[in-house]
T-cell receptor, first 112, second 111 residues
Framework: QKEVEQNSGPLSVPEGAIASLNCTYS??????FFWYRQYSGKSPELIMF????GDKEDGRFTAQLNKASQYVSLLIRDSQPSDSATYLC????????????FGKGTKLTVNP | NAGVTQTPKFQVLKTGQSMTLQCAQD?????MYWYRQDPGMGLRLIYY???????DKGEVPNGYNVSRLNKREFSLRLESAAPSQTSVYFCASETYGLEAFFGQGTRLTVV
């Protein structure tokens, strides 16, 4: 089982819609969860982090974490064409060899 | 504040040649990483260093070596490049559990 898995997509939504991105992870001891956005040809940049169960909102973005289900998601409300990018889920895997592991990413296209 | 500086940005190698990718960070981060990114594969961890003086293998370490020269610098070496190592390489650094910062990437082509 991969340490971090994402629904591979690609995902296409119309402008103004809600985009939903999902991620599961294998290490029950993980404590830190991140969503990075990567535009084509650019480096990843952090858009959200979450440490506790529940929802965390930042503008149009909401991260959701369920540690019991080992599941983290990102919702983008009122999607804009500028949100078109690849979204990478990342998890700090611990257990004595702390490291940051990424999923394969989900390519999102928001159509005007 | 330069953040994470990664060199070179582009490189073309012939099969069998060697090269070292350099990475330096000025944020006093403990952890540093090397990833490779291939189409549709996300970021795959090659090697990482959780602290100065330690290095560990990631998911795809074969064909690579690393050196954590000091707290600032973490280099990645390809001893004998192969076409399968054609990829975009990213260096990153973080304080564990907080935001990771990335270099600009190195686009490597092995012919």
């Amino acid at each position: 089982q991969k340490e971090v898995e994402q629904n591979s997509g690609p995902l296409s939504v119309p402008e103004g819609a809600i985009a939903s991105l999902n991620c599961t992870y294998s290490d029950r001891g993980s404590q830190s969860f991140f969503w990075y956005r990567q535009y084509s040809g650019k480096s990843p940049e952090l858009i959200m982090f979450i440490y506790s169960n529940g929802d965390k909102e930042d503008g149009r973005f909401t991260a959701q974490l369920n540690k019991a289900s080992q599941y983290v998601s990102l919702l983008i409300r009122d999607s804009q064409p500028s949100d078109s990018a690849t979204y990478l889920c990342a998890v700090n895997i611990g257990g004595g060899s702390e490291k940051l592991v990424f999923g394969k990413g989900t390519k999102l296209t928001v159509n005007p | 504040n330069a953040g994470v500086t990664q060199t070179p940005k582009f490189q073309v190698l012939k099969t069998g040649q060697s090269m070292t990718l350099q990475c330096a960070q000025d944020m006093n981060h403990n952890s540093m990483y090397w990833y490779r990114q291939d189409p549709g594969m996300g970021l795959r961890l090659i090697y990482y260093s959780a602290s100065e003086g330690t290095t560990d293998k990631g998911e795809v370490p074969n064909g690579y070596n690393v050196s954590r020269l000091n707290k600032r610098e973490f280099s990645l070496r390809l001893e004998s490049a192969a076409p399968s190592q054609t990829s975009v390489y990213f260096c990153a650094s973080e304080t564990y559990g907080l935001e990771a910062f990335f270099g600009q990437g190195t686009r490597l082509t092995v012919v």
